[in-house]
């Protein structure tokens, strides 16, 4: 494998949006193959329910969501990628990152690799074991987290994580970026800085659910800056405190003794 293939998650009604990253992609060499995204709008009641577990009842974007990512994970099965990086349309790539897309990683030792994500899940804090760390690429290091992160606008997936994800696919019983409810563990990894990538400011709003930031002028230009989350976190005492709960965590087995637990960094910064 000469590279890293790319595949890109996009509505087709969502034609700014694809323009965005397209014009992004382009600009930094990168080819990559645009998959419709599952509408989820147009899936009727009673076909969200006939694959959603019984109980539960998502938003139609978090079913079309959940859907397009599987659909891509057919892809590279079928097409016998050994790994992808999957974006969807509001992510941006790190240009230096981009650039290293042209070789193979260095490792696959991993299920998912985070690009950038958020610092949680439904179940709280994210930690990531900083003695537990793999070079995916030159200059990245990713780490092994004891539990996946929220967000899947950017990521590597290896061939066999996505063919052990298909084999699980129906009924839906979370939306796609929560594991809890799998029946194995997926193998984690997040790059934690520099961040190899970040999103646009199309992700102030959301197809998949109601979210609608876009008008907080102020946080778009401050989350433009780097370091900001960073900065913001070690203000807040946020860090601190998620640092002094690791002896707990630990204690009651949430999470592995013997590593070197820290919390995951903030993320989402905006590129321009």
């Given at each position: 494998?000469s590279?890293?293939?790319?595949?890109?998650i996009?509505?087709?009604r969502?034609?700014?949006r694809?323009?965005?990253?397209?014009?992004?992609l382009?600009?930094?060499?990168i080819?990559?193959e645009?998959?419709?995204?599952?509408?989820?709008?147009?899936?009727?009641?009673?076909e969200?329910r006939?694959?959603q577990?019984?109980?539960?009842?998502?938003?139609?974007?978090?079913?079309?969501?959940?859907?397009?990512?599987?659909?891509?994970?057919?892809?590279i099965?079928?097409?016998?990628?050994?790994?992808?990086?999957?974006?969807?349309?509001?992510?941006r790539?790190?240009?230096r990152?981009?650039?290293?897309?042209?070789s193979?990683?260095?490792?696959?030792d991993f299920?998912?690799?985070?690009?950038?994500c958020?610092?949680?899940n439904?179940?709280?804090?994210?930690?990531?074991?900083?003695?537990?760390?793999?070079?995916v690429?030159?200059?990245?290091?990713?780490?092994?987290?004891?539990g996946?992160?929220?967000t899947?606008?950017?990521?590597?997936?290896?061939?066999?994580a996505?063919?052990?994800?298909l084999?699980?696919?129906f009924?839906?019983t979370?939306?796609?970026?929560?594991?809890?409810?799998?029946?194995?563990?997926?193998?984690?990894?997040a790059i934690?800085?520099?961040?190899?990538?970040?999103?646009?400011?199309?992700?102030?709003?959301s197809?998949?659910?109601?979210?609608?930031?876009?008008?907080?002028?102020?946080?778009?230009?401050?989350r433009?800056?780097?370091?900001?989350?960073?900065l913001?976190?070690a203000?807040?005492?946020?860090l601190?405190a998620?640092?002094?709960?690791?002896?707990?965590?630990?204690r009651?087995?949430?999470?592995?003794?013997?590593?070197?637990?820290?919390p995951?960094?903030?993320?989402?910064?905006?590129?321009?």
């Amino acid at each position: 494998m000469s590279g890293v293939p790319v595949f890109v998650i996009s509505l087709s009604r969502a034609t700014k949006r694809r323009a965005s990253i397209a014009a992004h992609l382009s600009n930094l060499g990168i080819d990559a193959e645009f998959a419709d995204a599952v509408d989820g709008e147009l899936l009727s009641p009673d076909e969200r329910r006939a694959i959603q577990a019984a109980g539960t009842d998502f938003h139609p974007g978090v079913v079309g969501c959940y859907l397009s990512h599987m659909a891509v994970y057919r892809r590279i099965v079928a097409k016998g990628l050994p790994v992808a990086l999957v974006l969807e349309d509001d992510a941006r790539l790190n240009p230096r990152f981009a650039r290293l897309l042209r070789s193979a990683p260095h490792k696959l030792d991993f299920d998912y690799c985070f690009l950038d994500c958020d610092n949680r899940n439904p179940d709280g804090a994210v930690y990531y074991n900083h003695a537990d760390g793999i070079e995916v690429l030159p200059g990245y290091t990713a780490y092994a987290t004891h539990g996946g992160p929220a967000t899947l606008h950017a990521y590597l997936i290896t061939a066999k994580a996505a063919a052990t994800r298909l084999e699980h696919e129906f009924p839906i019983t979370q939306p796609v970026d929560v594991y809890s409810t799998l029946p194995y563990r997926p193998l984690f990894r997040a790059i934690v800085s520099p961040r190899a990538a970040g999103v646009g400011e199309e992700s102030m709003r959301s197809f998949t659910s109601v979210r609608d930031h876009y008008g907080q002028l102020q946080l778009r230009w401050l989350r433009r800056m780097p370091g900001f989350y960073e900065l913001r976190s070690a203000l807040s005492g946020e860090l601190r405190a998620l640092r002094d709960q690791v002896p707990e965590l630990v204690r009651q087995g949430r999470l592995p003794a013997g590593g070197d637990w820290r919390p995951l960094p903030a993320g989402r910064r905006i590129f321009i």
